[in-house]
């Protein structure tokens, strides 16, 4: 182990971020189905417009984490600390399950790594992204439907194509669908889960592009898991290396990936096809 | 009237029709909420009516004068079965007329003429969860009734709006119960939706297959679900009822030939008749005057 593992102050004293409070706080959180299966413990801070990477090979409790964090799976123990536009500073499994779910459709977009996870493939595009709308309450068809074709377009997708349904879409096309049906409500953080997997490399450079533009134009927090490591050179602020559930590494993108210090960062890096 | 021999009154026995009522109490209370009850085997299969039986046997007494219908009609198969049944086990008095009837079991109407405050109308449902298509889990759908997560069910409006311009669903039409439950009206044509409002009569259903009770008490608010700029609406005809001639009352189109000619008649069979009658004795009367 060596200084920068798990130290939350050499990376806060980096950054004008220590002015803000932090939007997420996540203090030893613990979530194993069998010893070795699971995550934890895990600690770390997410500041407002920060993205987070948390990388590591399959099985080393990424998906997780991210389902602790994201509030669909309640940890066997520790606290994650939201700080709420509605409810202020919430401890996110202390509190009512009303008040997650408020979050989840309002203040909190998930993008799952499957789109068809993520979306209703049986109706429209348009309805798809308008249901985060109806869910905080919009009733008037003619404002949905604006929005919808208003995000369309943010995304990259032809506004006539807003009446098919997702079924008709490329693989492509549907995360993008995915992320536009997020970001209707004008989340402040979004999780997401291997969102360029299963696109082929021309199409994920696209996706990226837009997701980096996304992220800086509406000062998103994002966690992203991927273990593709230069999807999270690309979008990612800080990084965090899991292995076997437990964080092994964690620091700037660059620094973690320039000159990793634990072995398995190391095997990880070297493992990348160089040209 | 026969009653037949080596069943308890009704058919139910009295432990079932006990825990019955007990289900229909908390559905009162609870306006819009589905009650869990322990469904019993009835003489016909489920889809027929077994929910709706279940609680006519529960609710009917020896003074109780029973109407089926079904589609409007006092005289289709269902019906017939139904209201014999309980002629039969009960021995109770049925009818066919609307204001004579102190329970109406339904199934798929609301008849036309106005229910009173001294009367239980009876729905037979065969899916009482609204949410359904848009959730499949059961402990989902719990959840999001407790929360009132209502949104997703907009969806379904807003894909028919986005696919024939207009809300297309025209049964099965979702309400919000008393401003807190949604609600499955059961497969009645959403004409009927408004008659459910601050109706004076105690609205009472059963899903046999589904082993759920509601309720709607009497006086309670029931609204449709809509969009601000596409508001609730219902059907309309452009012709009268071919037999009757009553503009206001809900059509079905009956093909009359091989050649495609149609006609449109009142659903509710008790209620054109009734007009007929009163048409021939005001003509009668009129008459009678000339002379």
């Known amino acids: ?275 | 009237m026969s009653t037949a021999t080596g069943y308890n009154f009704a058919y139910l026995d009295e432990q079932s029709k006990r825990m019955i009522r007990r289900a229909i109490l908390k559905a009162v209370a609870i306006p819009g909420y589905q009650v869990p009850f322990g469904g019993r085997e009835m003489p016909l299969p489920h889809g027929w009516g077994t929910g709706g039986m279940q609680v006519t046997a529960s609710v009917i007494g020896e003074a109780d004068r029973l109407k089926v219908i079904d589609q409007g009609a006092d005289d289709t198969t269902n019906a017939v079965s139904i209201r014999r049944f309980f002629a039969t086990t009960a021995g109770v008095e049925t009818t066919e007329s609307t204001a004579a009837a102190s329970l109406i079991q339904t199934r798929h109407r609301i008849p036309e003429t106005p229910l009173q405050a001294d009367q239980i109308l009876i729905y037979q449902v065969p899916i009482p969860e609204p949410l359904r298509f848009i959730e499949p889990r059961e402990t989902e759908t719990r959840k999001m009734h407790a929360l009132s997560e209502y949104g997703a069910m907009q969806v379904k409006l807003y894909e028919d709006v986005a696919r024939f311009g207009h809300i297309a669903t025209s049964y099965d039409y979702p309400v919000m119960v008393n401003n807190r439950y949604m609600m499955d009206p059961s497969p009645i044509p959403k004409f009927d939706n408004p008659k459910m409002n601050r109706m004076p009569a105690l609205q009472l259903f059963g899903a046999g297959f589904e082993k759920r009770i509601y309720a709607v008490p009497p006086y309670t608010e029931v609204k449709s679900l809509d969009f601000d700029d596409y508001p609730f609406e219902v059907q309309r005809w452009d012709e009268n009822c071919a037999i009757c001639g009553s503009d206001h009352s809900f059509l079905d189109e009956v093909i009359i030939d091989d050649a495609g000619s149609k006609m449109f008649v009142c659903s509710d069979t008790d209620y054109c008749r009734s007009r007929q009658t009163n048409a021939t004795e005001s003509a009668t009367a009129t008459e009678e005057t000339l002379s």
């Open chain 1, 1 to 275: 182990m060596n200084n920068r593992v798990m130290s939350d102050a050499s990376i806060m004293n980096t950054s004008a971020w220590q002015d803000l409070a932090p939007l997420l706080s996540v203090r030893d959180v613990n979530k194993y189905y069998a010893p070795g299966k699971g995550c934890g413990p895990v600690n770390f801070d997410l500041y407002p417009g920060e993205v987070m990477g948390i990388v590591g090979e399959s099985g080393s409790g990424k998906s997780t984490l991210l389902s602790c964090l994201s509030a669909r799976q309640t940890p066997d123990s520790g606290q994650i600390i939201y700080n709420s536009e509605q409810f202020g500073e919430m401890d996110l499994y202390a509190g009512d399950e009303s008040e997650r779910r408020v979050l989840m459709r309002s203040e909190w977009g998930i993008v799952h790594q499957h789109a068809r996870d993520g979306l209703r493939m049986n109706v429209s595009a348009g309805a798809n992204i308008g249901e985060r709308l109806m869910a905080v309450g919009q009733r008037h068809y003619g404002d949905i439907r604006a929005k919808a074709e208003e995000w369309l377009e943010a995304v990259e997708i032809d506004a006539n194509r807003i009446d098919d349904r997702p079924s008709q879409f490329s693989g492509g096309m549907q995360q993008r669908l995915q992320i536009a049906r997020n970001l209707v409500t004008h989340p402040r953080l979004i999780f997401m889960d291997e969102p360029t997997g299963g696109l082929d490399v021309s199409v994920q450079a696209r996706l990226l592009d837009l997701l980096r533009n996304l992220v800086s134009q509406l000062g998103l927090s994002v966690i992203i898991v991927t273990h593709d490591l230069a999807v999270a050179r690309l979008l990612a602020h800080r990084l965090m290396v899991m292995r076997r559930g437990e964080v092994v590494e964690s620091g700037l993108t660059d620094q973690v990936l320039d000159d990793p210090q634990h072995p398995y960062t190391q095997l990880l890096v070297s493992s990348i096809l160089q040209n």
